[in-house]
Nanobody, 127 residues
Framework: QVQLVESGGGLVHTGDSLRLSCAAS?????????????MGWFRQAPGKEREFVAV????????YYLDSVRGRFTISRDSAKNTVYLQMNSLKPEDTGVYYC???????????????WGQGTQVTVSS
């Protein structure tokens, strides 16, 4: 059984920081570098579509970000722990939403490219 479990969300104020974690388990992620999957973070605000936030390659050498979070957010992975992180600094109210991690065979911005999804963790940034 493949499972992605996010944690680390919460209620913070503008300018604060949070670090989200995504723990991967299951046979798919047991092999080297979490099975060779690229790992992405997405978010969904109320009434809006799910949007791409960041993605990291299976080896960790390549990353891409949504323009509005570049320079504030950092995605990283620890394959030994089967865990992906999203460090979020200088948070803004527009960063509010449910944050999801996802695993896919390619680095992509589209949700359809990802095979596995977590249940999400709520991030709320108050002004």
């Amino acid at each position: 059984q493949v499972q992605l479990v996010e944690s680390g969300g919460g209620l913070v104020h503008t300018g604060d920081s949070l670090r989200l974690s995504c723990a991967a388990s299951g046979h798919t992620f047991r092999s080297y570098a979490m099975g060779g999957y690229a790992m992405g973070w997405f978010r969904q605000a109320p009434g809006k579509e799910r949007e791409f936030v960041a993605v990291i390659s299976w080896g960790g050498g390549n990353t891409y970000y949504l323009d509005s979070v570049r320079g504030r957010f950092t995605i990283s992975r620890d394959s030994a722990k089967n865990t992906v992180y999203l460090q979020m600094n200088s948070l803004k109210p527009e960063d509010t939403g449910v944050y999801y991690c996802a695993a896919g065979r390619v680095m992509a911005r589209g949700t359809s490219e990802y095979n596995y999804w977590g249940q999400g963790t709520q991030v709320t940034v108050s002004s």
